[in-house]
């Protein structure tokens, strides 16, 4: 993760912050660099689900969402 972070922080996207509870932390924030890059990654994001949902029916949309969901759900069973 700290090298993630690192990376992140060299490009200007995040900035790291004292933790005023925790002096062994630090908190995380995005920069404006940051918030720009993550508005424009939602927005490639969108567009590729979006191309994806528009190759099925309404009706194969919505069996596919019942069984991501069916899936989710037993991943969470068995992670807990």
Request: charged letters at 40%; aromatic letters at 4%; zero cysteines.
């Amino acid at each position: 993760m700290t090298n993630r972070l690192d990376k992140l922080e060299e490009r200007g996207f995040i900035r790291r912050l004292p933790d005023p509870e925790d002096r062994r932390g630090v908190l995380v924030e995005l920069t404006k660099a940051g918030e720009r890059v993550w508005e424009k990654a939602l927005g490639a994001q969108a567009a590729k689900e979006s191309l994806i949902a528009d190759a099925l029916t309404k009706d194969e949309q919505r069996r596919l969402n019942a069984l991501l969901r069916r899936l989710m759900r037993e991943f969470e069973q068995r992670a807990s």
